[in-house]
């Protein structure tokens, strides 16, 4: 993953100079690769023998005990901490990450917690959390992900320091997703066509735009649309058209409307929007509505994303969300609808 380079550029620098903080908040788009950097850094971190000599790179001696131990995703000094079914971080785990904070490393020197996504922290993961953040064991290093455009607390924040990790550009995307593509049995190989797709509606996020391609997102995306087309233009009921944004999965559905709500937004503003295949919709609404119109979608769809910490009804929400987008139809439209 080329694109990251400069990042990791970066963390060796202050590893080899011992400026590594206690905590680290990598930010960054989903499918960037972030959990996959962040578990490089713990790999390098418990090396025992990283090799960097003479002003090269740090770099991992793969032939270590610590390094066998890695790579058999066996490691008993790292531990991951992810959302669990309730879309959030629950505050069991961050006790169970305060336990393990506090404790001696088994085998190594030091020991490696990651956090994917502290953004899913509720409040009292959060505030349990901050107790760890702001007593830090020497031996124990933190790396917190973030989603970009996702909020993290300030006092979580401050406490940390940040690194971002920026979204590759379209060529170097599309090479290496061409790539990971050769990977697979030629059977399962996507088209050209289905790969520059995936990278579009992935906004150049390569391992986003392979995992869509790798699964059912695209179809079941292009199903979502045109119930939303034909909801809009009254030939679906509500109900009918909320079914393929429920397959979708509550996340990727109000992804999927928060990104046509901010190219609804790049119309108004006279821009173009990245999702060519409901540009002419979306054209058409902003046509007949003010700019702020927009914002305001945008701003029910992140009400919509917090409330996920109480397990909404992916397709209640979705059903709310459509017809907050139906106001839009101009009244003699919805009318004759």
């Known amino acids: 993953?080329?694109?990251?380079?400069?990042?990791?550029?970066?963390?060796?620098?202050?590893?080899?100079?011992?400026?590594?903080?206690?905590?680290?908040?990598i930010n960054g788009e989903r499918g960037v690769g972030k959990r996959a950097f962040a578990e490089s850094v713990a790999a390098l971190l418990m090396c025992d023998h990283p090799g960097g000599n003479n002003g090269e790179?740090?770099?991992?001696?793969?032939?270590?005990?610590?390094?066998?131990?890695?790579?058999?995703?066996?490691?008993?000094?790292?531990?991951?901490?992810?959302p669990e079914k309730s879309r959030m971080i629950k505050v069991d785990q961050i006790r169970a990450l305060s336990t393990f904070a506090v404790s001696s490393p088994q085998v190594g020197r030091r020991k490696v917690a990651i956090i994917d996504r502290a953004d899913q922290l509720n409040i009292n993961s959060a505030n349990a959390l901050l107790k760890t953040l702001e007593e830090p064991s020497s031996d124990t290093v933190l790396i917190l992900l973030?989603?970009?455009?996702?909020?993290?607390?300030p006092t979580i924040r401050s406490r940390c320091q940040s690194m971002v990790i920026a979204v590759p550009q379209e060529e170097v995307a599309a090479r290496w997703l061409s790539l990971e593509i050769l990977q697979?049995?030629?059977?399962?190989?996507?088209?050209?066509?289905?790969?520059?797709?995936?990278?579009?509606?992935?906004?150049?996020?390569?391992?986003?735009?392979?995992?869509?391609?790798?699964g059912d997102f695209l179809a079941l995306r292009d199903q979502a649309l045109e119930g939303f087309r034909q909801f809009?233009?009254?030939?679906?009921?509500?109900?009918?058209?909320?079914?393929?944004?429920?397959?979708?999965?509550?996340?990727?559905?109000?992804?999927?409307?928060?990104?046509?709500?901010?190219?609804?937004a790049r119309i108004a503003a006279g821009g173009q929007p990245r999702d060519a295949d409901a540009a002419d919709m979306l054209g058409y609404l902003a046509s007949?509505?003010?700019?702020?119109?927009?914002?305001?979608?945008?701003?029910?769809?992140?009400?919509?994303?917090?409330?996920?910490?109480?397990?909404?009804?992916p397709e209640l929400e979705a059903t709310r969300l459509l017809m907050a987008w139906q106001t839009l139809m101009p009244r003699r439209k919805r009318a004759s609808a």
């Open 184 to 214: 697979l049995d030629e059977k399962d190989r996507p088209t050209a066509e289905q790969a520059a797709k995936a990278l579009a509606m992935a906004a150049n996020a390569p391992r986003l735009a392979l995992d869509y391609l790798n």
């Open 288 to 313: 007949s509505n003010p700019p702020w119109r927009a914002h305001q979608l945008l701003e029910q769809i992140h009400e919509a994303r917090s409330a996920t910490v109480y397990n909404v009804n």
């Open 57 to 82: 790179p740090l770099a991992r001696c793969g032939h270590c005990k610590q390094c066998q131990l890695v790579e058999a995703g066996t490691h008993p000094d790292i531990r991951l901490y992810s």
């Open 1 to 25: 993953m080329p694109w990251l380079d400069e990042a990791w550029n970066s963390l060796q620098q202050r590893i080899g100079e011992g400026r590594l903080p206690h905590a680290l908040l």
């Open 146 to 153: 973030q989603e970009s455009g996702r909020p993290v607390l």
């Open 232 to 264: 809009m233009k009254g030939k679906l009921t509500v109900g009918e058209a909320a079914k393929p944004f429920k397959a979708l999965g509550l996340e990727a559905a109000l992804w999927l409307f928060e990104r046509w709500a901010a190219d609804l």
